[in-house]
């Protein structure tokens, strides 16, 4: 047998007992995760306090309505993202995927004064945030952050400023137009949002953020931390 023949037999070989059995398996994975579930690993800190850098969440894709998987083709639609609704997007702009809190819904008013945010001319509500809200963030974040709990509807999550930052503090106001929504990062000074890209085509929402699948500390050689495991967001 030549090295040509000795080859194919190999490739046959591979084909057959690995590749063919494992094909179908994987496109089904691959084509559930798709359309119905899904993980994210967020690198960044727009999100913080509520997510932080080296997080990986679970997102439903099941929550607003039914793809055609691989595509952004809708076959059926029961619900709209809420306000306060953490969910996964792609940027109207460059097409980043990105995971981003609701502010705004079709037809809303939105303002930002001061980093006070404004919705329908009415100040957001805001309260004290706890301790231990922030307790996974680094000491230096802490230290240069200030925090609150915003109210948005039904829906109270942590948010917070970086003072000393340049940063977008006046924004609006502006409404949003039928069929698009109003994004923001929690992270509020340090968030590439709509602020900046513009409205969010519900087209380009395909899931919700329901919670924390697992976390490592990215400063702190991927240490676990395992308080985040497996829990929900607000």
Not at 2 to 27: D, E, Y
Not at 121 to 141: F, I, N, Y
Request: glycine share 6%; hydrophobic share 45%; proline share 9%.
């Amino acid at each position: 047998m030549n090295a040509k023949t000795a080859a194919r037999t190999v490739l046959r070989s591979l084909w057959k007992n690995w590749l063919r059995p494992l094909a179908l398996p994987f496109i089904l994975i691959t084509a559930a995760k798709s359309a119905l579930a899904d993980i994210n690993y967020v690198p960044s800190g727009s999100m913080q306090p509520t997510i932080l850098c080296g997080d990986v969440v679970f997102i439903n894709k099941l929550a607003y309505d039914l793809r055609v998987p691989f595509t952004t083709a809708r076959l059926a639609r029961w619900s709209d993202p809420a306000r306060g609704e953490i969910v996964v997007c792609f940027a109207p702009d460059d097409g980043t995927r990105l995971v981003k809190r609701v502010v705004g819904q079709p037809g809303d008013t939105v303002e930002l004064r001061r980093d006070t945010l404004l919705l329908n001319g009415t100040p957001v509500p805001h309260a004290p945030l706890p301790a231990s809200a922030t307790c996974d963030l680094e000491p230096a974040e802490r230290a240069s952050a200030v925090f609150a709990r915003e109210t948005l509807g039904a829906r109270p999550h942590a948010v917070m400023a970086l003072p000393t930052r340049p940063a977008v503090r006046n924004f609006g106001p502006v409404r949003v137009p039928a069929g698009h929504y109003f994004m923001m990062g929690d992270n509020r000074d340090n968030s590439r949002d709509s602020r900046f890209f513009g409205f969010m085509p519900r087209a380009e929402i395909i899931g919700e953020v329901k919670g924390v699948f697992v976390s490592a500390d990215l400063t702190h050689w991927l240490r676990p931390r395992f308080d985040r495991f497996f829990t929900r967001l607000d």
